[in-house]
């Protein structure tokens, strides 16, 4: 059974950091490339980062750059997603997402709420 489980969210002060993690299971974590996004309320849901399967190459998303990094432990199946210099704009959920040619699969989400 494919799971991807995303913890970590929380509620933070605007400056403040928090790190995502997404743990995944019942596929070969390792070779696929994984992808973080997150939908603010009445929004689309947006694109993030995304981290190759090899932890390699890794690619961001303009509004995030330079605040957030994505990284990959293949043997612990998880991914992660370090987000520091929060701002209130980077309220939303956060899903990770599980890429490869042959399928997809996302995770159920967890809540980031940045707020004085």
């Known amino acids: 059974q494919v799971q991807l489980v995303e913890s970590g969210g929380g509620s933070v002060q605007p400056g403040g950091s928090l790190r995502l993690s997404c743990a995944a299971s019942?596929?070969?974590?390792?070779?696929?490339?994984m992808t973080w996004y997150r939908q603010a309320p009445e929004k689309e849901r947006e694109w993030v980062a995304t981290i190759a399967n090899t932890g390699a190459p890794t690619a961001y998303a303009d509004s995030v750059k330079g605040r957030f990094t994505i990284s990959r432990v293949n043997v612990k199946n998880t991914v992660y997603l370090q987000m520091n210099s929060l701002k209130p704009e980077d309220t939303a959920v956060y899903y990770c997402k599980a890429n490869s040619p042959g399928a997809s699969y996302w995770g159920q989400g967890t809540q980031v709420t940045v707020s004085t």
């Open positions: 019942g596929f070969t974590f390792s070779a696929y490339d």
